[in-house]
């Protein structure tokens, strides 16, 4: 039966599917397509982990036997017991063959959607004791995952057995198939999450996946931006998606409404495969803006510069037009190393290469590195995400977050510091640095950034003339603008961030995603003071937030005097456009009218 779930509209388009189901616990196993040939290959890599988790439970099992019952718990031996005989069931090997000879998933992400599949009808089960036999296959998928990638797990608690099941059939309907591409591997596929961490949906960039759907997140999280980098029609917030949609559900991605639509109809799919041609179409034509020089109809000259998570994102920021980075999200290099055989942060050489390889990759244009923002819902890892978002009494978006988390340990920060300007030699960087607010921390960054040049100076290293600028990200920093334009060379509006402190709302949070409003004529108040003061000082100002590729917003932006937007590649195009359609000098009682209006948004 069709039905559909409403949610936040992150990233634009239309994606037709069918939904994977992925836990975020089981995200960082890699997600690929093998060739036919390899399918007797993947198979066999999965027995043998079966089989070595086998040997391994095997054998703690006979010790366990030899063992006094003091020694040796009885819980210890019943949980070894449900562990061997999940390891044998065939609903956990047939169901892996199925999705790599069918499918041709790789054999990490075969094994761990098919242990979604399972511990969902575990999830269904009435009886409590079974419904907890779900912990106990985790593990001994965990295990086999161990082994697959040749690292051995410690002994776990659990006991129980789980009991088969009758698998849900979940045939394309009538109409479906033919609309479709056949029910084969050439489908494409939704990834459907209760939660994704920025880190996680970066994983994703280069992935299967045609679209994204998510129980929490709001529209300027970071897993949202994310997700709109990757150019994907995506919803977030869609609170109870993942636990309505099943594994294989045919679903459509409407990223412009934010809906996701479960088992469509064949009329509903005809529908959104039309509308979806259309979008591919619009895109082709907007291609064509990509050469053309960004000029209001009254001849202002706008810099429309790209916002990148990763060095090789440089190429969809040139394919798109930019004409630099404007904002380089240095942290994505920070996140997601735990368990991956890498030290907790990045050492200088490795940071020092990747911005370097941003900086070849603008060929010549200028990139503005932005320190390290680590915190709120950028953790460092998963687990302390995990931690976080179970722990109701922190408030990590008001704690230590970016340059305080920074500050708070200068070494990570000096070796940071060191990488980027060794990377200045070798094309254009701007340094910029996030959440200031106060000028103490002001005089700390300045004096580390001294300190860091002096020690390259020391070892004789050479750095370019690296302009330093400062995000206006929270009210306090846009209430002492002076003093930002004392100390730095440029400023941009974190207005993500911005509204977020302004008005309270986390931008993380899906409950309070509706108050979340760049027109609150506050944060328009702060926007439009901070451009015109620095207009008054000749500083450069920009917009890096998400209101830079929001097209609804870029008449009201260039009104109030912006001449620089900093945005994800995807959007620059679009924005582009509304660019050339402006006479800026038609605007200025409007935005007057905007600015001292109790509700912009009825004039917008
Ligand atoms: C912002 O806050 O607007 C911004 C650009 O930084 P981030 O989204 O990474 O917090
Ligand atoms: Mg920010």
Redesign the pocket.
């Known amino acids: 039966m069709t039905f559909s779930v409403r949610g936040l509209a992150v990233a634009q388009g239309i994606a037709i599917g069918r939904a994977v189901l992925i836990a975020s616990s089981r995200l960082d196993v890699a997600h690929y397509f093998i060739e036919e040939s390899d399918v007797e290959a993947e198979i066999e890599r999965v027995r043998n982990g079966r089989d070595a988790v086998i040997d391994e439970l095997g054998r703690l099992q006979h010790s366990v036997s030899q063992m006094s019952r003091k020694e040796a718990p009885h819980e210890l031996a019943a949980m070894l017991d449900v562990h061997l005989m999940l390891l044998q069931d065939d609903m956990l090997s047939d169901g892996v063959k199925h999705w790599i000879t069918d499918r041709l998933y790789n054999a990490e992400w075969a094994l761990t959607t098919q242990l979604e599949l399972i511990a969902r009808q575990f999830d269904d089960m009435e009886d409590e004791y079974l419904r907890e036999r779900k912990a106990d296959l985790e593990q001994v998928v965990e295990r086999i995952l161990r082994h697959m990638q040749g690292v051995a797990l410690p002994l776990v608690d659990g006991d129980g057995q789980p009991k088969r099941d009758t698998k849900r059939e979940n045939k394309p309907r009538k109409g479906q198939q033919d609309l479709l591409l056949d029910d084969t591997i050439d489908v494409p596929l939704i990834l459907v999450a209760h939660d994704l961490s920025p880190a996680d949906m970066l994983q994703f960039k280069q992935s299967v996946f045609a679209g994204f759907v998510t129980d929490v997140g709001g529209k300027?999280s970071?897993t949202a931006?994310v997700a709109r980098s990757m150019n994907i029609p995506a919803v977030v917030g869609a609170r109870s998606a993942s636990t309505l949609i099943r594994q294989d559900d045919w679903v459509i991605i409407d990223g412009d409404a934010g809906v996701v639509i479960v088992d469509p109809s064949p009329i509903i799919l005809a529908e959104y495969g039309f509308k979806q041609r259309q979008g591919e179409l619009e895109r082709g034509r907007l291609s064509r803006l990509r050469n053309t020089p960004a000029v209001t109809m009254d001849g202002e000259k706008i810099e429309l510069l790209a916002?990148i998570e990763q060095p090789d994102d440089a190429v969809a920021a040139l394919n798109a037009g930019a004409v630099g980075v404007g904002?380089f999200?240095s942290e994505f290099l920070f996140m997601g190393r735990d368990g991956k055989g890498q030290s907790k942060l990045p050492n200088e050489e490795e940071q020092f290469q990747a911005y370097k390889r941003a900086v070849d990759g603008m060929q010549g244009l200028p990139v503005t590195i932005?320190t390290v923002?680590i915190g709120a819902d950028?953790p460092l890892d998963r687990q302390e995400r995990l931690e976080k978002t179970q722990d109701t009494h922190l408030n990590p978006a008001l704690g230590l977050r970016?340059i305080r988390w920074s500050l708070a340990d200068p070494d990570m920060f000096l070796t940071q510091l060191r990488a980027i300007f060794r990377a200045s030699s070798f094309g254009q960087i701007k340094l910029m640095i996030?959440m200031l607010c106060a000028v103490g921390e002001i005089h700390q960054t300045l004096a580390l950034i001294k300190q860091a040049k002096a020690d390259l100076d020391a070892k004789s290293i050479p750095y370019g003339d690296v302009k330093i600028g400062a995000?206006i990200?929270i009210p306090a920093a846009a209430l002492i603008l002076p003093t930002f334009l004392k100390y730095f060379d440029f400023l941009?509006?974190?207005?993500?961030?911005?509204i977020?402190y302004t008005l309270a709302i986390d931008r993380a949070d899906e409950a309070v995603a509706h108050m979340y409003d760049p027109l609150h004529p506050a944060v328009l108040h702060l926007i439009a003071n901070t451009i015109q003061q620095c207009k008054l000082q000749g500083k450069d100002v920009s917009v890096?937030?998400?209101m830079a590729g929001d097209v609804s917003l870029t008449r009201l932006l260039l009104g109030m005097g912006l001449r620089c937007f900093s945005m994800h590649p995807a959007q620059i195009l679009t924005v582009k456009q509304h660019i050339l359609r402006t006479d800026t000098s038609k605007l200025k009682d409007w935005v007057q009218q905007v600015l001292t209006s109790e509700n912009p948004a009825e004039i917008v």
């Open positions: 300027t970071h931006i916002n904002l999200r932005r923002d950028k970016a996030p995000m990200e941009s509006l974190g207005t993500n961030d911005l977020q890096c937030g998400e």
